[in-house]
Nanobody
């Protein structure tokens, strides 16, 4: 059974930085795609960034140039470095992996950007 554990959320001031981590357990072979989504209050869940097993990233337009996604395949871990955070980045951030044709989700970690 695949389980995802996220960490790194918290409260940060506008312009600050945070780094999220997500580690997958219960994985036997390689994970095809790993990524991050977010859901703000009263909004639908949206893509933030994804990265393939080969290291190719894709970003949502609102975070381009501010966020960086990376992964460590040996550790089955994906990271999200978030810089120059804005109030509109406030949301619960969810880790997602595509493994053997199925999607798996973490429980989410709250990021609050406020002064």
């Amino acid at each position: 059974q695949v389980q995802l554990v996220e960490s790194g959320g918290g409260l940060v001031q506008p312009g600050g930085s945070l780094r999220l981590s997500c580690t997958a357990s219960g994985v036997i072979s390689g994970i095809a795609v790993m990524g991050w989504y977010r859901q703000a209050p009263e909004k639908e869940r949206e893509l933030v960034a994804v990265i393939t097993s080969g290291g190719s990233p894709r970003y949502a337009e609102p975070v381009k140039g501010r966020f960086a996604i990376s992964r460590d395949n040996a550790k089955n871990t994906v990271y999200l470095q978030m810089n120059n955070l804005k109030a509109e980045d406030t949301a619960v951030y969810y880790c997602n992996v595509q493994y053997r044709g199925f999607p798996y989700w973490g429980k989410g970690t709250l990021v609050t950007v406020s002064s």
